[in-house]
């Protein structure tokens, strides 16, 4: 599985960003996928995953009512609606895919993930 994770970019606090993840191969649709952020000296830190069939999710508790992530297996992509951004949301955000199949929980742990993406940078403007 190779992810691309695209739709960073700057905004004002809060405004509103959607983040995308690529996935090619065709096991995607089975695995548990997720959104991690690292922010400079910081380590990376879990924002929001989903099942494979989308029936649970999970969120951070700091994006919680903010951020909305969805997947589409039939076009093998990942998205992560980003709402009311704030200062403390900037950071480089990685889509990552955990390698079992038809898991019915997320984790959150970044070591529990086997595929990423290369992230893309989110700025936001007080």
């Known amino acids: 599985v190779q992810l691309q994770a695209s739709g960073g970019g700057l905004v004002q606090a809060g405004g509103s960003l959607r983040l995308s993840c690529a996935a090619s191969g065709r096991t995607f649709s089975n695995y548990v996928m997720a959104w991690f952020r690292q922010a400079p000296g910081k380590e990376r830190e879990f924002v929001a995953g989903?099942?494979?069939?989308?029936?649970?999710?999970a969120y951070a508790d700091s994006v919680k009512g903010r951020f909305t992530i969805s997947r589409d297996n039939a076009k093998n992509t990942m998205s992560l609606q980003m709402n009311s951004l704030k200062p403390e949301d900037m950071a480089v955000y990685y889509c990552?895919?955990?390698?079992?199949?038809?898991?019915?929980?997320?984790?959150?742990?970044?070591?529990?993930?086997?595929?990423w993406g290369q992230g893309t940078l989110v700025t936001v403007s007080s």
């Open positions: 990552a895919a955990r390698a079992r199949n038809r898991e019915p929980v997320v984790l959150r742990g970044p070591q529990q993930y086997d595929y």
């Open positions: 989903i099942t494979w069939s989308g029936s649970n999710t």
